[in-house]
């Protein structure tokens, strides 16, 4: 009924069958070296089904090229699926039924097809339900052998896709399958599927482990631009601390509360970024992605996360510069970074630690509405908090601090458009790619997160510089001349004696032709404050 359903909405039936047995059959795996315990076979149509991984795989390097590398490096420019110690378990009633005299008792298959083949497996009978093994009238129409996968020679290359078989013999429970390692020539998105058609064999289990490799080590064809990509992350994150670093040790006696906490995000910012280089280093070479350091990894990232949200949140309703305190509100905001924090974590940990596999869980689609309804409401609470502190500068008269409050809304506009735009596309691309044929150039989309984040940082670093002027232009109650005058300088870089001197001089003229004017309009100034 479901398999229907699909059919009817896209209008391609062999592409929605094998789109609901990837995601209905996905099982998690914790490496690029897939281990399987005891994992049950599902029934899918007239077929028991198990699910063994999916994997963008770039294709051996030439022959030439291997020959030069080290065949012992994982870097020899090889890419295959390898297959070790498989073991399949039927139960013992399914067992008994047959004879020991008997040879063959019971077949497994294994399919290995790229995903621009999947309409080669699998076959329908006078335009009805798709099903994946040989049926009586299949063998009359399509000349299948009955009781094994039906298989259609890619027009590529007709040893592919490639079916491998495991027999049952006797009455035996357990079915072994010899070590094998299938090359991989073309680059594409690779599926891998342990198939039995056989009715007696429900309840049928698998062990054993199989290894996934690219030319130039085991990090799955969509994650390995990652490597080199944080690489460049860190060193944006290192330039970044020099200059910051550089401006806050000089200005060391006039830094702001609020400067310490940039200085927080971008510490956090620039470890994340070195933690995920080596995390990504270390799958590569191991093929086993480190589960603690993959934890530390996406914890650091969730806490660097909240720190800039309520960063943001909390400039935006003047926290240091219009008011000393955040007041009744400072418990609503740690509240809402808490639970921000462990959404975050929750999402990451669910994306991250233990997955290899390059088609997302179904579990990441429910826990990102969360994430993304605490995003939305940040964002409401931040503009609304930050039209309220423009128009308690404009109130008080003070350009400076208004001037930079202006860029920083400006900033974070920009920030919000594109951010939306780019999930937009993002919900394009994945609409428009159910089988992950564009894993090559998928890297792009969570890429683009960490280059916005790095990006709306750094204006914020150029706001907020530490400078000689930075306390004079914190929290202050600013009355009268002395406010007007200080507010003539920059809050991020110092001015001139001379230049001050001047602007003092032309503020006296122009107050004492308008003092008058003010005295008379300090009602109407008290009522904007309010």
């Known amino acids: 009924m479901e398999l229907r359903l699909h059919t009817r909405r896209f209008n391609n039936g062999y592409a929605l069958f094998f789109f609901f047995l990837l995601s209905f059959t996905a099982i998690t795996s914790y490496a690029s070296i897939h281990v399987y315990n005891n994992e049950t076979f599902r029934e899918v149509g007239n077929s028991y089904l198990l699910s063994g991984g999916s994997e963008g795989i770039a294709a051996s390097l030439t022959s030439a090229a291997a020959d030069e590398s080290d065949p012992s490096s994982i870097h020899d420019g090889r890419s295959y699926i390898r297959f070790e110690n498989i073991k399949f378990w039927r139960s013992k009633a399914?067992?008994?039924?047959?004879?020991?005299?008997?040879?063959?008792?019971?077949?497994?298959?294994?399919?290995?097809?790229?995903?621009?083949?999947?309409?080669?497996?699998?076959?329908?009978?006078?335009?009805?339900?798709?099903?994946?093994?040989?049926t009586p009238d299949l063998?009359?129409?399509?000349?299948?052998?009955?009781?094994?996968?039906?298989?259609?020679?890619?027009?590529?290359?007709?040893?592919w896709p490639i079916i491998l078989n495991a027999q049952f013999s006797g009455n035996s429970i357990v079915a072994s399958m010899e070590n094998n390692e299938v090359s991989i020539t073309k680059?594409?998105?690779?599926?891998?599927?342990?198939?039995?058609?056989?009715?007696?064999?429900?309840g049928l289990t698998m062990n054993g482990k199989t290894s996934w490799k690219n030319p130039d080590g085991f990090l799955p064809g969509r994650m390995a631009p990652f490597k080199k990509f944080?690489?460049?992350m860190s060193l944006a994150y290192f330039l970044l601390s020099l200059i910051w670093l550089s401006q806050y040790v000089r200005f060391w006696n006039d830094v702001l509360q609020l400067q310490h906490c940039i200085t927080a995000v971008i510490a956090l910012g620039f470890f994340e970024m070195i933690l995920w280089h080596l995390e990504y280093v270390?799958?590569?070479?191991t093929g086993m992605r480190p589960v603690v350091l993959t934890t530390w990894v996406v914890t650091i990232g969730a806490v660097r996360k909240t720190i800039s949200r309520l960063l943001i949140l909390s400039v935006s309703m003047g926290y240091g510069v219009v008011r000393p305190t955040l007041g009744g509100l400072t418990?609503?905001?740690l509240v809402l970074g808490v639970t921000y924090f462990f959404a975050t974590e929750l999402l990451n940990i669910s994306e991250y630690v233990g997955t290899i596999n390059d088609i997302s869980g179904r579990a990441k689609h429910f826990l990102v509405l969360p994430n993304a309804f605490l995003d939305a409401f940040l964002i409401l609470w931040i503009f609304t908090s930050l039209s309220k502190t423009l128009e308690q500068l404009q109130a008080k008269r003070s350009s400076v601090k208004l001037d930079i409050y202006r860029k920083f809304s400006n900033a974070l506009a920009v920030t919000v458009i594109v951010s939306v735009a780019w999930i937009g596309y993002e919900v394009y691309f994945k609409a428009t790619d159910p089988f992950n044929e564009r894993w090559q150039s998928a890297w792009i989309i969570t890429a683009?997160?960490?280059?916005?984040?790095?990006?709306?940082?750094?204006?914020?670093c150029c706001l907020w510089a530490p400078s000689q002027s930075s306390q004079r232009y914190a929290y202050s109650e600013e009355v009268g001349e002395n406010s007007d005058d200080e507010e003539t300088q920059s809050l991020t870089r110092g001015k001139s004696d001379g230049d001050v001197s001047l602007v003092k001089q032309e503020k006296?003229?122009?107050?004492?032709g308008d003092e008058e004017r003010y005295d008379e309009e300090d009602d109407s100034e008290e009522d904007k404050r309010e």
Request: hydrophobic share 40%; proline share 2%.
């Open 448 to 460: 683009f997160w960490d280059v916005l984040a790095f990006a709306l940082l750094s204006v914020i």
């Open 508 to 512: 006296k003229e122009k107050k004492a």
């Open 282 to 285: 270390h799958f590569n070479n």
């Open 139 to 159: 063998a009359k129409i399509e000349g299948c052998k009955q009781g094994e996968v039906i298989r259609v020679p890619s027009a590529t290359d007709i040893n």
């Open 187 to 202: 680059t594409g998105m690779y599926n891998l599927f342990f198939v039995a058609c056989d009715p007696k064999l429900k």
């Open 230 to 232: 944080y690489v460049y």
């Open 94 to 134: 399914s067992a008994d039924q047959k004879s020991d005299m008997e040879h063959s008792t019971g077949l497994v298959q294994i399919i290995i097809f790229e995903a621009a083949d999947r309409n080669n497996i699998g076959g329908s009978a006078y335009g009805g339900q798709r099903a994946i093994c040989c």
């Open 331 to 333: 418990s609503k905001v």
